[in-house]
């Protein structure tokens, strides 16, 4: 995570620094059959949708405050309007996935109270999770050849 922030001279792009974290995280994961990869494929998703749309009311609500021209106030406030409220319990669920997430990929304290690199270290374990099944179906496949 600190070779994106930092701008690492070896990862010429974001991309690449991007795939060798999530290459990096793979290994720590810890699913080893289609089902279980498919289970945790859905808990990520609503993980995922969890954060992104207090994401979203953050950024709109920045936006609609320091707006200057009505009609964009009433745009974003629309906007605002069709994304449902973060109840209490959404909050307690946000708060486990932050402190999860800053625990597995060692986020610094600064980007814990920003949604932005929530996203982002979501964002990472999907591209670890896609690379922990092509391996796993690899292993896989390669066994089945051997008994064949």
Request: proline share 2%; hydrophobic share 40%.
């Amino acid at each position: 995570m600190k070779s994106m922030i930092y701008r690492n001279p070896a990862l010429a792009t974001f991309a690449q620094a991007f795939k060798s974290e999530a290459t990096a995280f793979s290994t720590t994961l810890t699913f080893n059959t289609r089902d279980e990869y498919l289970v945790w494929v859905k808990q990520w998703k609503e993980d995922y949708k969890l954060v992104l749309r207090k994401y979203q009311i953050s950024t709109f609500t920045y936006r609609r405050d320091h707006c200057v021209l009505e009609s964009k106030k009433l745009h974003y406030q629309k906007r605002l309007d069709g994304i449902p409220d973060i109840t209490t319990e959404d909050t307690e669920k946000y708060n486990a996935i932050v402190g999860r997430l800053a625990i597995q990929l060692g986020l610094p304290n600064w980007m814990v109270g920003n949604s932005y690199w929530i996203i982002i270290g979501l964002l990472i374990l999907r591209k670890a999770g896609k690379i922990r099944a092509g391996i796993k179906r690899e292993e896989r496949l390669a066994t089945q050849k051997v008994a064949s």
